[in-house]
């Protein structure tokens, strides 16, 4: 059991970290292409995982995720945004709604790709190793895809439903991003967000039956 799970971490590094520079690549590009330079002039516009990697959400929670509740998840150190930099005609609130949704985006499009890799890998080139790769690839692109997606900030969901509300909600968004972290952490060490599993199931296996009807 223990050796399965050294396994799986050692193999799960590669496509963790690249998943995760992804994202927030995702919104950096997001963010210039609405004006917003910050990104790009911080030098987070790279691929270079080094300057995207956070020592709690880049390497504990991911490490605590799999441990406690048998799944990746994990995150990097967030993309600066300036709102204020967008072009005047880009609403502020709007504009980080689309900062944020490109993140979880670009993961719901990487999963599709390491399911195509993934069934090409089984069809064609049954090794464990490679095989593994594109599981875990596809399994921790999804989970990181709908985690981010709860409306807790500084989650990107909470910037997506915070461009829907009126503006009186500011205040609870503004509040709860004090104690948000906490309460990620939370969720990750007791395994309460593996609900997340049942709609991130639903789509692996879409993902997956997908390229199989194409392979046949």
Same mark, same amino acid.
Request: positive net charge; contains cysteine; hydrophobic residues 55%.
């Given at each position: 059991?223990?050796?399965?799970?050294?396994?799986?971490?050692?193999?799960?590094?590669?496509?963790?970290?690249?998943?995760?520079?992804?994202?927030?690549? &995702?919104?950096?590009?997001?963010?210039?292409?609405?004006?917003?330079?910050? &990104?790009?002039?911080?030098?987070?516009?790279?691929?270079?995982?080094?300057?995207?990697?956070?020592?709690?959400?880049?390497?504990?929670?991911?490490?605590?995720?799999?441990?406690?509740?048998?799944?990746?998840?994990?995150?990097?150190?967030?993309?600066?945004?300036?709102?204020?930099?967008?072009?005047?005609?880009?609403?502020?609130?709007?504009?980080?709604?689309?900062? &944020?949704?490109?993140?979880?985006?670009?993961?719901?499009?990487?999963a599709f790709i390491s399911a195509f890799l993934y069934v090409a890998a089984y069809r064609f080139f049954p090794?464990?190793?490679?095989?593994?790769?594109?599981?875990?690839?596809?399994?921790?692109?999804?989970?990181?895809?709908?985690?981010?997606?709860?409306?807790?900030?500084?989650?990107?969901?909470?910037?997506?439903?915070?461009?829907?509300?009126?503006?009186?909600?500011?205040?609870?968004?503004?509040?709860?991003?004090?104690?948000?972290?906490?309460?990620i952490m939370a969720l990750v060490v007791t395994g309460a967000f593996s609900v997340l599993l049942v709609p &991130?199931?639903?789509?692996?296996?879409?993902?997956?039956?997908?390229?199989?009807?194409?392979?046949?």
């Amino acid at each position: 059991m223990i050796r399965n799970k050294i396994f799986y971490i050692a193999i799960g590094v590669i496509p963790l970290l690249f998943s995760m520079v992804i994202h927030e690549v &995702a919104h950096g590009w997001a963010a210039l292409k609405l004006g917003d330079s910050t &990104a790009k002039d911080a030098g987070r516009l790279t691929l270079n995982p080094i300057a995207h990697l956070d020592p709690m959400m880049s390497v504990v929670v991911p490490l605590l995720s799999y441990l406690l509740a048998g799944v990746f998840f994990g995150g990097a150190k967030p993309v600066p945004v300036n709102p204020y930099r967008f072009y005047p005609h880009i609403e502020m609130r709007r504009g980080m709604m689309l900062v &944020a949704a490109a993140g979880p985006l670009s993961n719901l499009a990487l999963a599709f790709i390491s399911a195509f890799l993934y069934v090409a890998a089984y069809r064609f080139f049954p090794n464990e190793i490679v095989i593994t790769f594109f599981e875990i690839s596809l399994m921790f692109n999804i989970m990181l895809c709908f985690f981010n997606l709860i409306p807790i900030p500084p989650l990107d969901g909470s910037r997506i439903l915070h461009g829907f509300l009126p503006r009186e909600y500011d205040m609870i968004f503004i509040t709860l991003e004090r104690y948000g972290f906490i309460i990620i952490m939370a969720l990750v060490v007791t395994g309460a967000f593996s609900v997340l599993l049942v709609p &991130a199931r639903l789509i692996l296996k879409l993902f997956i039956w997908i390229p199989t009807l194409i392979f046949g």
